[in-house]
């Protein structure tokens, strides 16, 4: 492990003060600390924390374990018990900002497409469309659903590929370049204008600094999209689609209670953000639609809550 310098302690101390300066509650404990106290041990992770300090990226050094702590002498706490009280005071911190929530829909259109658009619409509210380019053109119908998507300004219209991977997704990332052939032909079709995708059967980010990968096997087609552009978005929350009812599967109050819990204990990718995965044809019945209704009601109590496009992801504190 590399050695503490006093100086990363400085910097480090110095970096959480700053914080601390304009927040008065939560970061105050810190103020009265000495350097022994906290460290961090990495001089290359305290370059990054003096130049760009953020919640965000503390909430990050300490997630990673990149943090670490001695025996407080003073106080007499142990490393653990320092540690858990700065995890409290970000936390502390993040709660006083609001929280920013992506209500994306996958496989679009189809036959519930119609429904969700009039839905955010009247609500008011943002929503992400990661459409499939294949279905636009299976029938005048959807193909006027798509339409609607794009000509809506709080529907965002993204890339789910074209072909939906046929269902058979190992095939598909087997070949990373039809694979990155079959999105641009989505891109094209559908005259996507932002190079933002989601990968048909997996959950993997891949934009900035961003690398986070559910199974292996689309890693080598996630990266060749990067190399042409591409921003790739998983999800944190899914609501889950009933395979043979078509409904969702969770009621609103677990999928509720689930984003309040993830917002409020910081375990999404980046905290204070959080995308729901849900899928256009579990909206298709008018209890689905129902239940969509009933779930933004809950989401528009909060007042620190606001519905955002994938393409403004993430807000960072
Ligand atoms: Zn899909």
């Known amino acids: 492990m590399p050695k503490i310098s006093p100086f990363s302690i400085v910097v480090y101390l110095s970096c959480v003060l700053s914080v601390c300066a304009c927040q008065p509650t939560g970061f105050s404990v810190a103020a009265h600390e000495t350097e022994e106290e906290i460290a961090i041990v990495e001089a290359e992770e305290i370059e990054v924390v003096k130049d760009s300090i953020s919640l965000t990226a503390l909430w990050d050094s300490l997630q990673r374990g990149q943090m670490v702590f001695a025996v407080d002498s003073v106080d007499r706490l142990s490393p653990k018990e320092a540690k858990q009280r ?19 829909f996958d496989d679009g259109p189809l036959i519930g497409s119609a429904y969700i658009d009039s839905i955010v619409t009247a609500k008011g509210v943002k929503m992400s469309a990661f459409l ?20 809506n300004p709080l529907v965002a219209c993204y890339n789910h590929s074209y072909s939906h991977a046929g269902n058979r997704f190992d095939a598909f990332y087997s070949n990373p370049d039809l694979a990155v052939a079959d999105f641009e032909k989505c891109e094209q079709d559908l005259g996507l204008s932002e190079k933002i995708a989601r990968l048909p ?9 961003v690398r986070r990968v559910d199974l292996a096997s689309g890693t080598q087609a996630a990266d060749l999209l990067a190399v042409n552009g591409f921003r ?27 984003i309040n819990n993830r917002l409020g204990n910081k375990s999404t990718l980046i905290p204070n953000n959080l995308v729901l995965l849900m899928h256009d044809d579990m909206f298709q019945s008018h209890r689905g639609q129902q239940q969509l209704i009933e779930l933004i009601d809950l989401l528009q109590r909060h007042d620190d809550y606001a519905f955002e496009f994938i393409g403004d992801y993430p807000f960072r504190y």
Do not use: C
């Open 86 to 104: 700065l995890r409290d005071s970000i936390i502390t911190e993040l709660n006083k900002h609001k929280k920013h929530i992506y209500l994306t």
């Open 201 to 209: 059967g997996r959950n993997i980010w891949l934009f900035d600094e």
């Open 232 to 258: 790739i978005y998983g999800w944190d929350v899914e609501w889950r689609i009933n395979g043979l009812t078509g409904e969702p599967v969770q009621t609103v109050d677990e999928v509720y209670t689930r």
């Open 132 to 151: 499939v380019g294949k279905h636009a053109q299976m029938s005048k119908k959807l193909n006027r659903d798509f339409q609607r998507y794009m000509d």
